[in-house]
């Protein structure tokens, strides 16, 4: 305990002292040469100081190492099992390489956690060298590029409710409690013969969780505009879920299958001018009260366009910052990282089928919709692919606005760190 409170006392020193013994320890390694085997050979001793040396550091890691990982019968016999010199000489990772690179990834995130944790418990008052978040400032990478960063950038991630995981085997479960615009109920589908007689199939059961074979059968076949949306409660889904061994289902995939577009766009028609930039009313919206005010404008239209910004420096999955819709009289700014609980309600608006949703080069969007708010898109029409479809000569965002808006897209500030508030 000791120790650990010297660490907390003065982080600075500690880190310092750990980042020295590292440093040595990583130049003795060096300083040993190609020719270790070959002197192994000559010497006994030396044999066996560096078998001594190599299980010590082989037990320390393995230590680390099931840390990181639940089952502990999979611990590294041997260093050649990491990585190994082929038979030309070159190194290549061994059957466990990629294993122990996902462990120090592991460890890694959780130390870095572990310290922002830390700096936050007043108990403690950890004292470092950082500071507080800086001014944003704009740097000048060549003629036509901006980067706008920060300094001590605080870490959103740790202000969201929902947890992260960045397991690659976390089966795909629904962020959202009920369906708006629903053509089958939020649970069709469930279970399945992917889940039939599994944990989750037999917890869905016993709540009286299951649906007829046919969307037919269950009275849901035209979209229900205006009407309530079914709904699970949150605390009968989290008992379904609480043993699910296989993906749920994606809840929109009947209603995108069996999309039918709106007759309005098969018919010809004159284009409409944009309305002037500076005459269009913009609203950042940050509160519960201004999302509300939004939606209801929205329901309204009959297109709306939508773009996200996306943040993915030092964060494995990443994370949505922004979210940008315009209808064609109003534009809007979404602050995603202080309404991040409260997007679900986005549904109401793109899963509603009558109203056009327009990207540009949608596929990361549509990801990042759903994973990180539950948010999905029944009717879309993606600016990037129909310019394919025109065989077009040129496909970016800006030769569309220059061509059929007069307008000139400023990309300066693409690179911008888009977790800066304000």
Same mark, same amino acid.
């Given at each position: 305990?000791?120790?650990?409170?010297?660490?907390?006392?003065?982080?600075?020193?500690?880190?310092?002292?750990?980042? $020295?013994?590292?440093?040595?320890?990583?130049?003795?390694?060096?300083?040993?040469?190609?020719?270790?085997?070959?002197?192994?050979?000559?010497?006994?001793? #030396?044999?066996?100081?560096?078998?001594?040396?190599?299980?010590?550091?082989?037990?320390?890691?393995?230590?680390?190492?099931?840390?990181?990982?639940?089952?502990? &019968?999979?611990?590294?016999?041997?260093?050649?099992?990491?990585?190994?010199?082929?038979?030309?000489?070159?190194?290549?990772?061994?059957?466990?390489?990629?294993?122990?690179?996902?462990?120090?990834?592991?460890?890694?995130?959780?130390?870095?956690?572990?310290?922002?944790?830390?700096?936050?418990?007043?108990?403690?008052?950890?004292?470092?060298?950082?500071?507080?978040?800086?001014?944003?400032?704009?740097?000048?990478? $060549?003629?036509?590029?901006?980067?706008?960063?920060?300094?001590?950038?605080?870490?959103?991630?740790?202000?969201?409710?929902?947890?992260?995981?960045?397991?690659?085997?976390?089966?795909?479960?629904?962020?959202?409690?009920?369906?708006?615009?629903?053509?089958?109920?939020?649970?069709?589908?469930?279970?399945?013969?992917? #889940?039939?007689? &599994?944990?989750?199939?037999?917890?869905?059961? *016993?709540?009286?969780? &299951?649906?007829?074979? *046919?969307?037919?059968?269950?009275?849901?076949?035209?979209?229900?505009? $205006?009407?309530?949306?079914?709904?699970?409660?949150?605390?009968?889904?989290?008992?379904?879920?609480?043993?699910?061994?296989?993906?749920?289902?994606?809840?929109?995939?009947?209603?995108?299958?069996?999309?039918?577009?709106?007759?309005?766009?098969?018919?010809?028609?004159?284009?409409?001018?944009?309305?002037?930039?500076?005459?269009?009313?913009?609203?950042? #919206?940050?509160?519960?009260?201004?999302?509300?005010?939004?939606?209801?404008?929205?329901?309204?239209?009959?297109?709306?366009?939508?773009?996200?910004?996306?943040?993915? +420096?030092?964060?494995?999955?990443? +994370?949505?910052?922004?979210?940008?819709?315009?209808?064609?009289?109003?534009? +809007?700014?979404?602050?995603?990282?202080?309404?991040?609980?409260?997007?679900?309600?986005?549904?109401?608006? *793109?899963?509603?089928?009558?109203?056009?949703?327009?990207?540009?080069?949608?596929?990361?969007?549509?990801?990042?919709?759903?994973?990180?708010?539950?948010?999905?898109?029944?009717?879309?029409?993606?600016?990037?692919?129909?310019?394919?479809?025109?065989?077009?000569?040129?496909?970016?965002?800006?030769?569309?606005?220059?061509?059929?808006?007069?307008?000139?897209?400023?990309?300066?500030?693409?690179?911008?760190?888009?977790?800066?508030?304000?």
């Amino acid at each position: 305990m000791a120790q650990n409170n010297s660490f907390v006392d003065d982080f600075d020193a500690s880190i310092a002292t750990a980042f $020295g013994a590292l440093v040595k320890a990583t130049k003795a390694a060096g300083r040993l040469g190609d020719d270790v085997a070959f002197h192994r050979t000559l010497d006994e001793s #030396v044999d066996a100081r560096l078998e001594q040396a190599s299980q010590r550091t082989l037990a320390m890691a393995n230590h680390l190492w099931m840390t990181s990982r639940a089952d502990a &019968s999979q611990a590294v016999s041997s260093a050649d099992d990491i990585a190994a010199r082929n038979g030309e000489g070159q190194w290549a990772g061994g059957p466990q390489f990629g294993a122990v690179m996902d462990a120090v990834d592991t460890l890694l995130e959780r130390i870095d956690v572990g310290l922002d944790a830390l700096a936050k418990n007043s108990a403690h008052q950890l004292r470092t060298s950082v500071g507080a978040q800086s001014a944003a400032v704009v740097t000048s990478v $060549g003629r036509d590029v901006r980067v706008v960063h920060a300094q001590n950038m605080p870490r959103p991630q740790l202000q969201f409710r929902d947890a992260i995981d960045n397991s690659p085997s976390t089966p795909f479960v629904w962020r959202i409690r009920s369906k708006p615009h629903a053509r089958v109920p939020l649970d069709y589908g469930l279970p399945s013969a992917a #889940v039939a007689g &599994s944990t989750l199939g037999q917890h869905l059961q *016993t709540l009286g969780i &299951s649906r007829p074979a *046919t969307p037919a059968s269950s009275g849901a076949g035209t979209p229900r505009r $205006g009407r309530a949306p079914p709904e699970l409660s949150a605390n009968q889904l989290a008992e379904a879920l609480a043993g699910a061994v296989a993906a749920l289902p994606h809840p929109y995939e009947y209603e995108i299958k069996h999309y039918d577009a709106p007759a309005r766009l098969f018919a010809e028609a004159q284009p409409l001018a944009p309305c002037d930039w500076d005459a269009t009313p913009f609203t950042f #919206v940050d509160t519960p009260e201004l999302l509300a005010a939004m939606l209801a404008h929205l329901a309204g239209a009959a297109e709306i366009a939508i773009d996200l910004e996306h943040h993915n +420096f030092r964060s494995f999955q990443g +994370f949505t910052c922004l979210v940008q819709l315009s209808s064609r009289t109003q534009d +809007f700014v979404i602050d995603a990282l202080a309404l991040r609980d409260s997007l679900h309600q986005l549904n109401a608006v *793109t899963a509603d089928p009558l109203i056009t949703k327009v990207f540009h080069g949608a596929e990361s969007d549509i990801v990042w919709l759903q994973r990180d708010f539950g948010v999905y898109v029944v009717g879309l029409f993606d600016t990037y692919h129909a310019s394919h479809v025109l065989n077009m000569e040129h496909h970016s965002l800006a030769h569309l606005l220059k061509l059929f808006c007069a307008y000139d897209a400023d990309k300066r500030y693409q690179l911008a760190d888009w977790r800066i508030r304000p």
